[in-house]
């Protein structure tokens, strides 16, 4: 009943999935009596168990089984919410019609929670001017035409093509490094296929350090396909914390990077300006 009526009310703003410690198999007939007296379709829904569901893809985690499920989450530390609104089950309609009026009211207002934490997020401030168009070296979309005659440099305003924003991936990969940050080049093989979907809304590419012909050797044997690499002369690496920067406003900082964690940024053309990428 729940996922049902979460569909229903918010597809745009929440996807909602649900699962049971005792799963029946199938939508008892009373929850889709009173779905349909609301208009609410339950079609394609059956009552699933909770080892069916990928629990990493889960954002927040809505109990409604009147006790903990923390053994039953497989020791991912989820964020949990508890409401208290009963089982309905093998009770008249109704109770089914008091549990879906309470059901509704708690996705009416974790709907609009939502949209109040979007709307505040879109309120933040643009970030700090960049005021220097900083120059990258790049090569062909085909990373097997490696020669020196088949690199360019390319300005910071040119990456975003016909996009408003630009998303980059920083890489830890140093001038003298045979090869590219473990973890940074693991989420780079992700990105790989992503960004050709990724593409459709914003600009996206991966920047390192290291010379462009080496970079885009290492590109090749990991086989990556649709991104673009950077070199980036500029790019300094903090002594011991091996903390990057990337992208300077005056003696300001725009981009940081954490050691080992490949982070996305982005950057808003017109005055080109760096908002710090969302926690978590």
Request: with cysteine.
């Amino acid at each position: 009943m729940a996922e049902a009526l979460a569909r229903h009310l918010a597809p745009d703003v929440m996807e909602a999935s649900s699962a049971g410690l005792m799963a029946l198999g199938y939508v008892a007939p009373p929850t889709r009596a009173v779905l349909e007296e609301s208009g609410v379709s339950s079609e394609g829904l059956v009552s699933k168990p909770l080892r069916t569901v990928d629990l990493g893809s889960i954002d927040l985690a809505v109990n409604l089984a009147g006790r903990s499920i923390e053994k039953h989450l497989e020791g991912r530390a989820l964020p949990v919410e508890d409401w208290e609104v009963g089982d309905p089950f093998g009770s008249d309609l109704e109770v089914y019609r008091r549990i879906r009026d309470e059901l509704l009211a708690a996705e009416v207002a974790l709907k609009d929670e939502r949209e109040r934490v979007a709307e505040l997020r879109r309120r933040l401030p643009e970030g700090t001017p960049v005021e220097t168009d900083y120059v990258f070296r790049e090569g062909p979309a085909d990373l097997a035409r490696n020669a020196e005659a088949d690199f360019v440099d390319t300005r910071l305003s040119e990456l975003f093509g016909d996009k408003s924003r630009l998303v980059v991936q920083h890489m830890m990969f140093g001038p003298a490094w045979e090869k590219g940050c473990p973890m940074c080049s693991m989420w780079a093989d992700g990105f790989d296929g992503a960004a050709p979907h990724v593409g459709d809304k914003v600009a996206f590419a991966v920047v390192a350090r290291a010379p462009i012909g080496r970079l885009r050797e290492w590109g090749r044997q990991r086989g990556w396909r649709h991104l673009r690499l950077l070199a980036a002369v500029f790019l300094v690496y903090g002594a011991g914390a091996l903390v990057g920067t990337v992208l300077h406003a005056g003696s300001s900082t725009l981009l940081a990077w954490l050691p080992f964690v490949c982070v996305a940024a982005v950057v808003v053309t017109g005055f080109v300006r760096h908002r710090e990428p969302p926690p978590g």
